[in-house]
Every structure is written in structure tokens, then in C-alpha cells.
């Protein structure tokens, strides 16, 4: 069992940054390929990001390449996603979530998720 808490949600103009945190209980936190997802209103949920047990492979959305990086600290069992150059169109509630299988980018494959945290980017 994997219990995880998003954290690090806010309002931020476009071209701002955030970064987001993703807190996990349990000591199989680092058995777990782990992810972000987000949620726009109407939309469905997105795949964001997504990086391996060890850290050292990630897979990302072409959405956010090359402005968004997903990194793991296993020490203190939570995952991180930094957002730079932030768009209005990524405003949204983001999701983190833990999987077996790496690299999945479908909600399906995915055990675990957090409560998950807003994002607003203003323009």
C-alpha cells in the first residue's frame, strides 16, 4: 500500500514556475515507476511525466518537453515536478500516481494516486 500527498500547487503568471512535490508513505515507495498526470474542467486526465525506480529514465508528454522535468529523491520517498515557462493552458489539477510498469502514460496502469493539487497559470 502506497499512500501519496501532492503539495506545491498555486496561481502563477505565464512564463512563471512552480514546482510540485509528491510525498509517499510506505516503505515500497521505491519498488514504483511514478508519475504526474493533470486534469483540466471537461477535459480528461493527461499524462505528464513519468520517471523510472531508479531515476535514471524519465518519459515525457509533448506537451510539456523540455519545460517540464520530473526527478525522485527514493531517500525521502517523494518525486518532484518542475515547471518552467508555465501557460495558461496548463492550468489544471495535477495528479501524482505510482505504477509497476514503466513507462506507462494511461490512468489504467496506475495503483496508487494523490489527492492532487491546482495549478493556475494566469495570463
Known amino acids: 500500500q502506497v499512500q501519496l500527498v501532492d503539495t506545491g500547487g498555486g496561481l502563477v503568471q505565464a512564463g512563471g514556475s512552480l514546482r510540485l512535490s509528491c510525498a509517499a508513505s510506505?516503505?515500497?515507495?521505491?519498488?514504483?515507476?511514478m508519475g504526474w498526470f493533470r486534469q483540466a474542467p471537461g477535459k480528461e486526465r493527461e499524462f505528464v511525466a513519468v520517471?523510472?525506480?531508479?531515476?535514471?529514465?524519465?518519459y515525457s508528454g509533448d506537451s510539456v518537453k523540455g519545460r517540464f522535468t520530473i526527478s525522485r529523491d527514493n531517500t525521502k520517498n517523494t518525486v518532484y515536478l518542475q515547471m518552467n515557462s508555465l501557460k495558461p493552458e496548463d492550468t489544471a489539477v495535477y495528479y501524482c500516481?505510482?505504477?509497476?510498469?514503466?513507462?506507462?502514460?494511461?490512468?489504467?496502469?496506475?495503483?496508487?494516486w494523490g489527492q492532487g493539487t491546482q495549478v493556475t497559470v494566469s495570463s
Open positions: 510506505g516503505r515500497t515507495f521505491s519498488s514504483y515507476a
Open positions: 520517471i523510472s525506480v531508479s531515476g535514471g529514465s524519465i
Open positions: 500516481a505510482a505504477t509497476r510498469y514503466f513507462p506507462r502514460t494511461t490512468p489504467p496502469y496506475y495503483d496508487y
